[in-house]
């Protein structure tokens, strides 16, 4: 059974930085892509980012690019979110997705196979 279990997520200042991290057990974690999407209330889920199997490419939302930093541990099976200069439109719940790496990197959330239950991000203006 995969499990995917994020935690970090909090209550922040604008400006501020938090790091997501997200633990999957039960699938070859090496074997596949990781990404991260976000839901903030009354809004569609959207992607933030992604990485693919051996860290050596990520991917970014325009929305995030240069202020969140994507990285894994496949020792750990563990992929992190680093977010740094928050903003309150980050505000949101974000959660961790796997794919398996030979189908590529996707930005739609219905091509991802597993997911966690998320972690509420919240900035504070």
């Known amino acids: 059974q995969v499990q995917l279990a994020e935690s970090g997520g909090g209550l922040v200042q604008a400006g501020g930085s938090l790091r997501l991290s997200c633990v999957a057990s039960g699938l070859t974690f090496s074997s596949y892509t990781m990404g991260w999407f976000r839901q903030a209330p009354g809004k569609e889920r959207e992607f933030v980012g992604a990485?693919?199997?051996?860290?050596?490419?990520?991917y970014y939302a325009d929305s995030v690019e240069g202020r969140f930093t994507i990285s894994r541990d496949n020792d750990k099976n563990t992929v992190y979110l680093q977010m740094n200069s928050l903003k309150p439109e980050d505000t949101a719940v974000y959660c961790c997705?796997?794919?398996?790496?030979?189908?590529?990197?996707?930005?739609?959330?219905?091509?991802?196979?597993?997911w966690g239950q998320g972690t509420q991000v919240t900035v504070s203006s």
């Open positions: 990485i693919n199997w051996s860290g050596g490419r990520t």
């Open positions: 997705t796997a794919r398996p790496a030979w189908r590529g990197i996707a930005y739609q959330d219905t091509a991802y196979d597993y």
